[in-house]
């Protein structure tokens, strides 16, 4: 996971029977303007061809 360009945080996953899976849980304070990414490199089970894969869901909690 990439914070305004500069890793923050890393997942590694293994190959399990079907699927290649991995999980991170990561607490990170942002600010306007500021540009969260997840970046992978793997082969997707099935698919070969396909080098690169990457996901990332949130949830972004407003401190007034």
Do not use: P
Not at 12 to 22: E, L, M, N, P, S
Not at 43 to 61: A, C, D, P, Q
């Amino acid at each position: 996971m990439k914070k305004n360009k500069e890793f923050i945080a890393y997942a590694f996953a293994g190959w399990t029977r079907g699927w290649d899976q991995g999980s991170q849980t990561t607490v990170v304070r942002m600010s306007v303007g500021d540009v969260m990414s997840v970046v992978g490199n793997g082969y997707v089970t099935g698919n070969n061809e396909f080098r690169k894969h990457s996901s990332i869901t949130g949830i972004l909690i407003n401190n007034c």
